[in-house]
């Protein structure tokens, strides 16, 4: 159970860029371990799905684990992290806060002074909001606009196929 | 995260429905929709001039007629932001535009009218309903980290318009028909389109196929790394939803229409493999992310 006192300074390692070597996580596949964070570098080793690990660093779709002596970089999805490496500070905080209060039982309700609430019943209950729409639609951008914006990022477009589904016959 | 539906009370009365929504075999409801009919579009009424709401959803799930998708998103997304409305910061809601369009460019409907809100809900989900609607609450975006994370949950959202899912598991309404015949376009449209779409935005409670849920990651993964963007945005995402409590109010209903977040999380593993082994590093920009606090 995070306290309020290790989430704040987990956020403040965060700000400040820091690496998070506290956080753990499991193989949720078997992988090479790799030098280096590229599939081309130098297999140094192996691990076994669901072998338990400290993670070291992250890096553009690889992660770098550690399990007793071994070192290396596995694919990122191929390990599952168990707790937050990266959460947005104020949010934690205030999610810290509610728990500080007493732990959440499984389906309490918890009642929030000013919380709009998306249930079953909140959406059942919806009246239409065509005031809303309008105001939704005062922030439509067209196409130039967001190519605009993506150029300011220095974002480039890429031709990548769709995944196929792993669970399909072929 | 999430599409879907709703509608103010209906003036029709409707039966409760337990799970008429839940949608086992996508697929086998899928081989029911015409794909590339060259029809008319349904704005060419009968001369009675009556509409009824099967025949609008039927247009809408042609391939060249938009106008009954957007109107039905359009009802669908009205009564989203009755339950929750627009978070009152035009820069946040300028910026999820130019993020949501840039990523909606990548996709086979580069062109349909998109709009992207974030709504004033504590609760972590998203939303999206036919024809461009996207939204994201309050509570899921401040859970995000960088832009490539919010690129992931609106490509999420954007595939489910793209294929048409939430026309698909309309499809399936029981509501379909209700008092249609004494509805026309011109002067009940909306009403219409209302009796199509059911009870409220309780229809936004039902929970798509699963698979069509897991191919909704899968594009949303790859249309944020089409538009540049770090592709494992959304995984990440997905773990940061595991990390909280399962009896958390606020991932309730997230829970309750989505698998689980690791399960979630598994199934992109298993898709991309080492398909992007070779694919160049995208961009975070955490430093451009627009955080509200």
């Known amino acids: 159970m995070i306290n309020r006192r290790v989430s704040i300074a987990l956020c403040m390692m965060l700000l400040s860029g820091a690496v998070h070597a506290a956080q753990n996580g499991v193989l949720i596949r078997s992988e090479i371990l790799h030098a280096q964070p590229a599939s081309s570098s130098a297999n140094v080793g192996s691990v076994a799905k669901g072998s338990n690990v400290n993670v070291l660093a992250k890096k553009s779709g690889w992660i770098q684990v550690r399990t007793g002596t071994k070192q290396g970089w596995v694919r990122i999805l191929s390990v599952r992290t168990s707790a937050a490496f990266a959460s947005s500070a104020a949010s934690d905080i205030a999610g810290v806060a509610q728990m500080a209060t007493g732990k959440r039982q499984p389906g309490q309700i918890v009642a929030t002074a000013g919380v709009r609430g998306l249930s079953e019943e909140d959406l059942k209950a919806a009246h239409f909001n065509e005031q809303g729409l309008n105001e939704l639609a005062g922030y439509k951008l067209s196409a130039s606009a967001a190519q605009s914006f993506a150029r300011q990022g220095k974002l480039v477009r890429r031709s990548i196929p769709y995944l196929p589904d792993p669970n399909a016959a072929n | ?293």
């Not at chain 2, 609450?137 to 490509?155: D, F, I, P, Q, R």
């Not at chain 2, 509501?175 to 449209?189: F, M, P, S, T, Y």
């Not at chain 2, 039902?206 to 993964?221: P, Q, T, V």
């Open chain 2, 1 to 293: 995260m999430k599409k879907i539906l709703m509608v103010l009370l209906a003036t029709v009365s409707v039966a409760p429905l337990a799970n008429a929504f839940d949608l086992n075999d996508l697929g086998n409801v899928l081989k029911q929709f015409p794909t590339n009919q060259n029809t008319t579009t349904t704005t060419e009424q009968p001369a009675s001039n009556k509409l009824d709401p099967a025949t609008v959803l039927l247009g809408a799930l042609r391939q060249n007629s938009v106008d009954d998708e957007v109107q039905i998103g359009r009802q669908i997304a009205g009564n989203l932001l009755g339950a929750s409305p627009l978070v009152k910061n035009a820069a946040l809601q300028h910026y999820v535009n130019q993020v949501g369009r840039w990523v909606a460019l990548q996709s086979e409907r580069p062109d349909l009218p998109w709009q992207f809100g974030v709504i004033d809900s504590t609760d972590i989900n998203a939303f999206s309903a036919p024809g461009g609607y996207v939204f994201i609450t309050k509570g899921l975006y401040n859970k995000l980290n960088n832009e490539s994370e919010l690129a992931g949950v609106l490509g999420h959202e954007i595939a489910h318009v793209v294929r048409k899912h939430q026309l698909k598991i309309l499809q399936q309404s029981q509501w379909i028909g209700l008092g249609a015949d004494a509805l026309g376009r011109e002067v009940k449209g909306q009403d219409t389109i209302q009796n199509l779409i059911g009870s409220g935005a309780e229809i936004m409670s039902r929970r798509l196929d699963k698979n069509a849920e897991f191919e909704a990651d899968r594009m949303g993964l790859v249309l944020a790394a089409r538009a540049g963007y770090d592709a494992y945005g959304l995984p990440a995402v997905l773990e940061e939803i595991g990390h909280v409590a399962p009896g958390d109010s606020s991932v309730a209903l997230l829970f309750k229409t989505h698998p689980a977040p690791d399960v979630r999380f598994s199934m992109l593993s298993a898709a991309v493999g080492d398909r992007l082994d070779n694919l160049p590093p995208g961009k975070e920009l955490a430093d451009r992310f627009h955080r509200v606090k």
